[in-house]
C-alpha cells in the first residue's frame, strides 16, 4: 500500500502491535540532557530496573550551562545541582556523556547531527520537544515526556498511538536574504500554533529540496511551533554528503548499505496525506515576531498589527495581550523596533552556517550603541570551526560577545537573560511571555536579520545596512 | 506500583473549577531532582493563605481530592500528578479532567475518578458538614461511597485494569522483552550507537 515518509518509519520501527492497544516502537537513539531526565534515572533506581540500551543512549549538558567562565562551578546551585547529578546518573547507569568541557559537548540536537548519530528512517526521541530537528535527516523524532524517558531508557521502546501526517509543500525560489528560519515562521503564521497538532510534518517541494541540511534542522526544529508532534524531510543527496565521513556515519560497505535502504525513504507518489498545506517561495520575506507566540510574526516590512483588525476573538486578545506585553503600539513599523539585545544561537540557529550567515553580514561593521550582541555556537564543534574559520574575530571585531556552547538565552535558565522590559531580536524559537528572563520581550528573527538588526538597532535585514549606512 | 483496588479516607472539597497544572504545582517547584518530595509545591500559591482548604488541621491526612471541574488543564508536567501524591492523594473526584493529566495520573497510580457534578456538589456539602467523613473510592466497582450514599464513577477498562493490577508503563512493556529482543535482532547491523 502507498505509504508517507512518516508511515514507512513508523512501520519500520514496530515491535508489537495488538488490537485496541497504542504500537510499540523501538527507539535507535535516545538523548539525554540534564533537565528532564534526573526523575527518569530516580524511576529506574527506585524500581531496580537498569538502562536496557546504553549504546543507544547518549547525553549531553545544554539546558544550564553556563556560556562564561566554563571552567569554573556552576554558580546557581539549583544548575550544578541538575548537572552533577545527570553526570552521576550516566556513570551509574553506564550512559555515555559529553559534559561541559568535552569537545563533543553542546544542545543535544546539535551534536546528534553533527556527531553522525542521527540518520535517515530512525526514530530519535528526547526528553525536548525540539527532538523534531532530526527530522530533517528523514528520522522520526520527537519529544517525550519524564515518564516516556524513562520508559525508553528502561524498555529501548515507547508505546505510542498512530500520528496524522501533513504534508507542507514550498515550491519555488526562496529570494536572496530569505532564510528557512522566515520560511518556517510563515509556515507557523500559515497555520498557527495549533495548526499541527496531532501531526508529523513532512516538508517537501522545490524549496526544501535546495536547502542545506542545517536550513532543513532549522525548518524542522520549529514544527513543534506550529504544534506538530514532528517534522520531516525525505533524505537524498545533500543528507547523504552531511553525513558521508561523520564519526558515527556507517563506513565502507555498511555505507553502501545504509544509502542503498535511505533511498528507499520517499512518500510513495500515490501516497495520500491527512492535510496538505502549500506554499509559494517567492512569497516569503524576511519573517519577524511582533507577540508572545511564533505564529504572531509578519514580514517585517509590515507593521504592529491592529489587535482589532483580527475577525476571531480569542485571535483579537491574544493580539491584545501580546501588545501590552510587548510593550508595542499598533501600527508602528516592525523596522522602527528598537532592541536592547541580539542573541544568535540556540538548536534553531545555532549551527555553522548559521554564524557564517550573519557575520558576513556583520564584517567590518560594528554592533549598534546600547545593543549587546550576544552569539553563542550551538556545541563546542562549531565554536572551534567558527574560531578556525576567524568568525569569533569578526563578531569580537564588531562589538559582539562570543561565548561558550548551550542553549543560554534561548530560555535563560542559566544567567543569559533579559532583564524585565528588555527587548531581543533572537534566532531562537520561542518567543513566549519570559521565555528569556522575567519580563523580557522576545522577537523571533532569523540569522541575517539578527545580524543587521545588531548593527542598526532596530529590526532590519541586510538589505537596510545599505541605507543605514548612507544615512549615518 | 501497588494495586490499588479501593481506596477508604478523608476528603478535601476544593471548590475550584479549571484549577490548573500550574496552580497544582507553580515551575519554580520543578527542580528537584528526585522522584519525590513535590508536596512543598502542591497549590503553593493558594497555601500561603492560612484560610485555604489544605491549611486546615482537618484537611490533615486526606487521601481524596474532591475538586471542580475541568481538573488538571495547561501544562503536560507530571510533577503535577508526583505534587498529589507526595501529599498524600491517592485519588482525585471531579466532573471533567483534563486528558494529559488524566493520562499521567493513571501512570502514576493517582486514581481520576469521574463523577456528576450534582454529585460534586453533595460530596463536597458533606465533607464540609463533617470532615471527618470516609469516602470509599472502588475501583472494582466503580462506585464512590460516603454515609448513605453511593454513586458511579467513570474510568477508562485499561487504566482501571492497570491501577487494579499495579502495573506500571514499563511493567506493561518487559513483559513483551522477547518482541524487543527479537526486534533488536532484525535491526541492520550499520545502524549508530553512541560507544
Ligand atoms: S536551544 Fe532552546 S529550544 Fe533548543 S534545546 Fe536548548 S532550550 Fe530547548
Redesign the pocket.
Known amino acids: 500500500m502507498a505509504a508517507t515518509l512518516a508511515e514507512k518509519v513508523w512501520e519500520a520501527h514496530v515491535v508489537r502491535r495488538a488490537a485496541g492497544e497504542p504500537d510499540l516502537l523501538y527507539v535507535d537513539l535516545h538523548l539525554v ?1 540534564e533537565v528532564t531526565s534526573p526523575q527518569a534515572f530516580d524511576g529506574l533506581r527506585l524500581a531496580g530496573r537498569p538502562v536496557r540500551r546504553p549504546d543507544l543512549t547518549i547525553a549531553t549538558e ?2 544550564n550551562v553556563p556560556t562564561l567562565d566554563i571552567e569554573r562551578p556552576i554558580a546557581d546551585p539549583v544548575s550544578r545541582t541538575q548537572v552533577e547529578t545527570l553526570r552521576r546518573n550516566c556513570a551509574e547507569f553506564g550512559v555515555p556523556i559529553h559534559p561541559l568541557g568535552d569537545a563533543e559537548q553542546g ?4 551534536v546528534g547531527p553533527q556527531l553522525g548519530l542521527t540518520q535517515p528512517g530512525m526514530t530519535v526521541v528526547c526528553g ?3 527532538t523534531s ?1 532530526h527530522g530533517a535527516f528523514g528520522a522520526l523524532a520527537f519529544g517525550i515526556g519524564t515518564s516516556e524517558v524513562e520508559h525508553v531508557l528502561a524498555t529501548q521502546t515507547l508505546p505510542l498511538d498512530r500520528f496524522r501526517t501533513m504534508a507542507v509543500t514550498v515550491d519555488g525560489e526562496l529570494a536572496p536574504g530569505v532564510t528557512a528560519k522566515d520560511v518556517i515562521l510563515a509556515v507557523i503564521a500559515e497555520i498557527g500554533t495549533g495548526g499541527g497538532q496531532g501531526y508529523v510534518i513532512e516538508y517537501r517541494g522545490s524549496a526544501i529540496e535546495a536547502l542545506s541540511m542545517e536550513a532543513r534542522m532549522t525548518i524542522c ?1 520549529m514544527s513543534i511551533e506550529a504544534g506538530a508532534r514532528a517534522g520531516m524531510v525525505a533524505p537524498d543527496d545533500t543528507t547523504f554528503a552531511y553525513l558521508e565521513g561523520r564519526p558515527r556515519a556507517p563506513k565502507g560497505e555498511d555505507w553502501d548499505a545504509a544509502v542503498r535502504a535511505w533511498r528507499e525513504l520517499r512518500t510513495d507518489d500515490d501516497a495520500t496525506f491527512d492535510r496538505e498545506v502549500v506554499l509559494d517561495a517567492a512569497d516569503i520575506t524576511p519573517y519577524v515576531t511582533w507577540g508572545t507566540n511564533p505564529a504572531q510574526g509578519l514580514p517585517l516590512s509590515a507593521s504592529v498589527p491592529d489587535p482589532a483588525s483580527f475577525d476571531d476573538q480569542s485571535a483579537r486578545q491574544a493580539a491584545e495581550r501580546a501588545l501590552e506585553y510587548m510593550g508595542l503600539r499598533p501600527g508602528t513599523p516592525l523596522r522602527d523596533i528598537a532592541v536592547d539585545t541580539v542573541f544568535l ?4 540557529n ?1 549551527r555553522i552556517e548559521d554564524l557564517r550567515a550573519a557575520a558576513e553580514v556583520i564584517r567590518g561593521r560594528s554592533v549598534a550603541d546600547g545593543v549587546r550582541m550576544l552569539v553563542v555556537p ?1 556545541s563546542v564543534r562549531v565554536r572551534l570551526a567558527a574560531e578556525a574559520e576567524g568568525l569569533d574575530v569578526v563578531f569580537k571585531e564588531a562589538g559582539a560577545e562570543w561565548r561558550h556552547a ?3 538565552m ?2 535563560g ?1 542559566n544567567p543569559d537573560q533579559l532583564a524585565p522590559g528588555e527587548r531581543s531580536a533572537s534566532t ?3 518567543n513566549f511571555e519570559g521565555r528569556q528572563g522575567k519580563g523580557g520581550r522576545t522577537h523571533l528573527v532569523s540569522p541575517l536579520v539578527a545580524a543587521a538588526t545588531a548593527v542598526v538597532g532596530r529590526l532590519a535585514s541586510p538589505d537596510d545596512l545599505e541605507r543605514h549606512a548612507g544615512k549615518a | 506500583m501497588e494495586p490499588v483496588t479501593t481506596i477508604t479516607g478523608r476528603a478535601v472539597a476544593l471548590r475550584r473549577s479549571n484549577v490548573d497544572t500550574d496552580q497544582i504545582i507553580p515551575a519554580v517547584y520543578l527542580k528537584r531532582v528526585t522522584r519525590s518530595g513535590f508536596e512543598d509545591g502542591l497549590f503553593a500559591a493558594w497555601r500561603s493563605d492560612p484560610d485555604f482548604v489544605l491549611n486546615r488541621p482537618e484537611s490533615a491526612g486526606a487521601t481524596v481530592l474532591v475538586a471542580g471541574a475541568d481538573f488538571g488543564t495547561g501544562s503536560s508536567r507530571e510533577h503535577a500528578v508526583w505534587a498529589l501524591r507526595d501529599h498524600g492523594f491517592r485519588v482525585v473526584i471531579s466532573s471533567r479532567f483534563a486528558d494529559i493529566f488524566r493520562g499521567n495520573a493513571g501512570k502514576g497510580g493517582l486514581v481520576t475518578a469521574r463523577v456528576e457534578q450534582p454529585d460534586v456538589e453533595r460530596l463536597w456539602s458533606a465533607v464540609e458538614a463533617d470532615p471527618s467523613t470516609e469516602v470509599t473510592v472502588d475501583l472494582a466497582s466503580r462506585t464512590v461511597r460516603w454515609g448513605e450514599s453511593t454513586v458511579s464513577f467513570d474510568i477508562d477498562d485499561y487504566t482501571r485494569w492497570r491501577l487494579m493490577e499495579g502495573l506500571d508503563d514499563v511493567d506493561l512493556t518487559l513483559r513483551h522483552a522477547d518482541s524487543v529482543a527479537a526486534y533488536e535482532d532484525r535491526r541492520p547491523r550499520w545502524m549508530p550507537t553512541t560507544v
Do not use: E, P, Q, W
Open positions: 540532557h545544554d539546558h544542545i543535544v540536537h546539535v525536548d520537544s525540539h530537528t526544529n544561537g540556540s538548536c534553531t545555532g550551538g548551550g542553549c543560554s534561548c530560555l535558565m531562537s524559537n520561542r
